[in-house]
């Protein structure tokens, strides 16, 4: 009884534990639904692999896929996996204490424990009326998204438009990079509609309000209803708001003068400048594509990598290391070089855990990502290193943007791809945290100093 009491607490002390175990959960729940014969097209019959390899997908809102979604999903599999993506897009955790406090239960601690991990708060207090504002906030974001999407999708495929806003809405503000443009052209995304400013603008808009964070957009809403002004913002909406502005904008320039004579080329200036707008903003983490990426420079393809890694903000839908932290660890640099003992930005003192946590993601990460690339470079010699860095890149930023047919890979490399796509959800940081050990309180002991040397 012991031991079943201690395994327990092992599952249940541990809310990043929890997060990682229930996104296991939802994808393997996923798969088996998706492995139904109701959820294929009479003219596919996807193998479980399949069916694992969309699921996690689609749940760790990573955009990537086997086989293309609409000839392989049937009407109800695409729904099946609109909604894997809506629950990963928030996390289950969300929707679990969403349901409690819709019956009337107060949150328990230990919820309250689970919703700081989940949504990177540090709220105690704010927390119910912050969950009841994510869903509220996300579903009016996805009518409203739909709403605009439908006026040129309905224009030209009538009622199957409908569907096809939904799943776009969706999908844009989950930064999940799945659509099922399929019946276009297999693979084409959103090429047939970047000189439509209606679906540029819109999935751009979702895109990023998704990206920032639900704290961010939250924060955003309490300072309209209290009428004051934008310096009251929280130190990290200011940050948010400001570096996800600047990336957007280096971005941009970046991508629209190293593609200008080559998959910009055939645009007039004002295209030129809505699609490069429009990569730079989904390849941090939402994946559509009004370009062709296996037909861009090498230079920018190595661009969007950093892009990707970099993702969008924390407690948003997007993935990669989050904007936050390449800051932290860019003026830690700057300040370890003005010798300055810590950490500053905007005159504001950051945190040592903060900047401790920063470089432990980026060190992990690095380590993943370096162990991938030995593992894609072995088992795929026929495909260039550049085409195979971009892939594991955007399985671990959770893009979906690809350079070469994901069905071309080796057997060994499409796994590591979920595992990747697993991994650049949760968190790097939270999934090396899932295998930690609660460390019981001890008191304080004073330890004598070892000197090293280092650089």
């Given at each position: 009884?012991?031991?079943?009491s201690?395994?327990k607490?092992?599952?249940?002390?541990?809310?990043?534990?929890?997060?990682?175990?229930?996104?296991?959960?939802?994808?393997?729940?996923?798969?088996?639904?998706?492995?139904l014969?109701?959820?294929?097209t009479?003219?596919?019959?996807?193998?479980?692999?399949?069916?694992?390899?969309?699921?996690?997908?689609?749940?760790?809102?990573?955009?990537?896929?086997?086989?293309?979604?609409?000839?392989?999903w049937?009407?109800?599999?695409?729904?099946?996996i609109?909604?894997?993506?809506?629950?990963?897009?928030?996390?289950?955790?969300?929707?679990?204490s969403?349901?409690s406090?819709?019956?009337?239960?107060?949150?328990?601690?230990?919820?309250?424990?689970?919703?700081?991990?989940?949504i990177?708060?540090?709220?105690?207090?704010?927390?119910?009326?912050?969950?009841?504002?994510?869903?509220?906030?996300?579903?009016?974001?996805?009518?409203?998204?739909?709403?605009?999407?439908?006026?040129?999708?309905?224009?030209?495929?009538?009622l199957?438009?409908?569907?096809?806003?939904i799943?776009?809405?969706?999908?844009?503000?989950?930064?999940?990079g799945?659509?099922?443009?399929?019946?276009?052209?297999?693979g084409?995304?959103?090429?047939?509609?970047r000189?439509?400013?209606?679906?540029?603008?819109?999935?751009?808009?979702?895109?990023?309000?998704?990206?920032?964070g639900?704290?961010?957009?939250?924060?955003?809403?309490?300072?309209?209803?209290?009428?004051?002004?934008?310096?009251?913002?929280?130190?990290?909406?200011?940050?948010?708001?400001?570096?996800?502005?600047?990336?957007?904008?280096?971005?941009t320039?970046?991508?629209?003068i190293?593609?200008?004579?080559?998959?910009?080329?055939?645009?007039?200036?004002?295209?030129?400048?809505?699609?490069?707008?429009?990569?730079?903003?989904?390849?941090?983490?939402?994946?559509?594509?009004?370009?062709?990426?296996?037909?861009?420079t090498t230079?920018?393809?190595?661009?969007?990598?950093?892009?990707?890694?970099?993702?969008?903000?924390?407690?948003?839908?997007?993935?990669?290391?989050?904007?936050?932290?390449?800051?932290?660890?860019?003026?830690?640099?700057?300040?370890?070089?003005?010798n300055?003992?810590?950490?500053?930005?905007?005159?504001?003192?950051?945190?040592?855990?903060?900047?401790?946590?920063?470089?432990s993601?980026?060190?992990?990460?690095s380590?993943?990502?370096?162990?991938?690339?030995?593992?894609?470079?072995?088992?795929?010699?026929?495909?260039?290193?550049?085409d195979?860095?971009?892939?594991?890149?955007?399985?671990?930023?959770?893009?979906?943007?690809?350079?070469?047919?994901?069905?071309?890979?080796?057997?060994?490399?499409?796994?590591?791809?979920?595992?990747?796509?697993?991994?650049?959800?949760?968190?790097?940081?939270?999934?090396?945290?899932?295998?930690?050990?609660?460390?019981?309180?001890?008191?304080?002991?004073?330890?004598p100093?070892?000197?090293?040397?280092?650089?």
């Amino acid at each position: 009884m012991l031991q079943m009491s201690k395994r327990k607490n092992i599952l249940t002390d541990n809310p990043v534990r929890t997060i990682c175990l229930s996104f296991i959960s939802v994808i393997v729940l996923g798969a088996l639904i998706l492995f139904l014969p109701i959820s294929s097209t009479s003219e596919s019959t996807p193998s479980f692999f399949e069916c694992l390899f969309i699921a996690t997908s689609a749940t760790c809102v990573a955009g990537l896929s086997l086989n293309d979604t609409f000839h392989t999903w049937s009407v109800f599999g695409q729904s099946i996996i609109m909604c894997l993506i809506q629950i990963g897009g928030l996390g289950l955790v969300t929707f679990s204490s969403i349901f409690s406090l819709s019956l009337n239960k107060k949150l328990s601690l230990k919820n309250m424990r689970l919703a700081n991990s989940q949504i990177t708060t540090n709220d105690f207090a704010n927390i119910s009326s912050l969950f009841v504002n994510v869903i509220r906030i996300t579903l009016f974001c996805e009518c409203i998204g739909a709403a605009f999407l439908c006026i040129p999708f309905c224009k030209q495929y009538g009622l199957h438009g409908i569907f096809m806003a939904i799943f776009t809405s969706v999908s844009s503000y989950c930064n999940s990079g799945l659509d099922i443009n399929g019946f276009i052209s297999p693979g084409c995304s959103f090429i047939p509609f970047r000189n439509d400013l209606i679906v540029v603008i819109t999935i751009s808009i979702l895109t990023v309000l998704g990206g920032i964070g639900f704290v961010v957009i939250n924060d955003l809403i309490q300072l309209k209803k209290s009428h004051k002004k934008i310096k009251f913002l929280s130190f990290h909406s200011k940050l948010a708001l400001f570096f996800t502005a600047i990336f957007i904008v280096i971005g941009t320039i970046t991508i629209l003068i190293m593609e200008w004579s080559n998959t910009l080329a055939d645009m007039n200036f004002f295209e030129k400048i809505t699609t490069s707008a429009f990569s730079s903003i989904t390849a941090r983490s939402a994946g559509f594509s009004v370009i062709d990426y296996s037909q861009t420079t090498t230079f920018t393809k190595l661009f969007t990598c950093f892009l990707m890694f970099i993702g969008a903000c924390p407690g948003g839908t997007g993935g990669g290391i989050k904007i936050t932290t390449m800051i932290v660890l860019f003026m830690t640099t700057i300040c370890v070089i003005k010798n300055s003992e810590d950490t500053t930005i905007f005159k504001r003192k950051i945190n040592k855990n903060t900047v401790y946590k920063a470089i432990s993601l980026l060190f992990i990460s690095s380590s993943l990502i370096t162990a991938a690339t030995i593992i894609f470079y072995v088992s795929n010699p026929d495909i260039k290193l550049v085409d195979l860095f971009f892939s594991i890149i955007t399985a671990f930023g959770t893009v979906g943007i690809s350079t070469i047919n994901v069905q071309d890979l080796s057997d060994i490399s499409k796994y590591t791809l979920i595992l990747l796509m697993y991994i650049g959800r949760v968190g790097p940081l939270s999934f090396a945290l899932m295998f930690g050990i609660n460390s019981k309180s001890k008191k304080h002991v004073s330890l004598p100093e070892g000197n090293i040397y280092v650089g």
